[in-house]
Nanobody
Framework: QAQLVESGGGLVQAGGSLRLSCAASGRTFSNNAMGWFRQAPGKEREFVAGISGTGIYTRYADSVKGRFTISRDNAKNTVYLQMNSLKPEDTAVYYC?????????????????WGQGTQVTVSS
């Protein structure tokens, strides 16, 4: 049974940084795009960043461009999200996801594996 487990969330002041990790087990996802999504209370789940299986192609939501960086280490079956210059509006539960496609998509329903989420809270 494939499983994704996120870690690295927490409470940070505005302007600070966090690094999220998503460790996969049960199968390899080196040929699959993976993405980070987030969901704030009362809002829909939204795309944050995605990376292709090889790691060559990445895409970001406009709201995080220049502040967040997605990367992956296929030898460790792990995807990362480095978040810098955090803002209070980045507060949300962050989810890792993997899909059958090779290129990351922004639509959540195109991903078929999800982690349980990790809370990120940015105080002003």
């Amino acid at each position: 049974q494939a499983q994704l487990v996120e870690s690295g969330g927490g409470l940070v002041q505005a302007g600070g940084s966090l690094r999220l990790s998503c460790a996969a087990s049960g199968r390899t996802f080196s040929n699959n795009a993976m993405g980070w999504f987030r969901q704030a209370p009362g809002k829909e789940r939204e795309f944050v960043a995605g990376i292709s299986g090889t790691g060559i192609y990445t895409r970001y939501a406009d709201s995080v461009k220049g502040r967040f960086t997605i990367s992956r280490d296929n030898a460790k079956n792990t995807v990362y999200l480095q978040m810098n210059s955090l803002k209070p509006e980045d507060t949300a539960v962050y989810y890792c996801a993997a899909g059958p496609q090779a290129i990351p998509q922004i639509t959540p329903r195109l991903y078929n594996y999800w982690g349980q989420g990790t809370q990120v809270t940015v105080s002003s």
